[in-house]
């Protein structure tokens, strides 16, 4: 073993270079003074962010609970509007009288043009369902309920068109059987 170990010449390359003084009088006790102030001090820092994180907690408590009266006061001021409920139920009342005549019909010549006309009530009852949802957000709810309005005369007057050609149709069945008979 000639060679000596990596460390072992660390060692002997440094020797004489190590500071071997003796603490001045008093150090430790310095020392546990500084490590009891930091202690003390990583303590305090320690509660700041719990009252951080309650004060932050309380903001958004606060912002929501203004923000959902805004909305609900904003639903309360459309479905409070008593005028608008009134129109709101005539023209459902009146929708339902028309879906009923048009179901009570039983023609087989009439029969696709019924079941064209229910897929065109659904496709305007899922556009009336989108108006009631955009009432709730922000914005000009006097257009969203002219809109809303527009759609239940909509869906009336697509009822009452198919309910004419209905009757034609009837008609001119009668009247071709009517010339026709010897």
Same mark, same amino acid.
């Given at each position: ?12 390359s ?6 071997t ?7 430790e ?37 203004v ?15 008593p005028? !608008?409920?009134?129109?709101? +139920?005539?023209?459902?009342? #009146? =929708?339902?009288?028309?879906? &009923?005549?048009?179901e009570?019909? %039983? *023609? ?20 009336y ?22 759609? !239940?005369?909509?869906?009336? +007057?697509?009822?009452?068109? #198919? =309910?004419?050609?209905?009757? &034609?149709?009837?008609?001119?069945? %009668? *009247? ?7």
């Amino acid at each position: 073993m000639n060679k000596q170990d990596p460390i072992e010449q660390l060692f002997t390359s440094l020797e004489g270079q190590f500071d071997t003084e003796m603490p001045a009088p008093g150090h430790e006790a310095r020392f546990l003074k500084k490590l009891q102030d930091t202690e003390q001090s990583k303590a305090k820092e320690r509660k700041r962010p719990i009252w951080t994180i309650v004060s932050i907690a309380a903001s958004i408590a606060l912002i929501l609970t203004v923000g959902l009266q805004i909305v609900q006061q904003n639903n309360s001021a459309i479905e409070a509007d008593p005028e !608008f409920a009134k129109t709101e +139920n005539y023209f459902a009342s #009146v =929708l339902k009288t028309e879906i &009923e005549k048009l179901e009570a019909e %039983n *023609d087989p010549i009439a029969k696709k043009l019924v079941d064209d006309t229910m897929l065109q009530l659904g496709k305007l009852e899922a556009d009336y369902a989108k108006l009631k949802e955009a009432v709730d957000q922000p914005g000009d709810q006097k257009l969203i309920l002219h809109a809303m309005i527009t759609n !239940f005369q909509t869906r009336i +007057n697509l009822l009452q068109d #198919v =309910l004419n050609k209905i009757e &034609e149709i009837k008609n001119l069945k %009668n *009247d071709n059987y009517e010339n026709h008979v010897i």
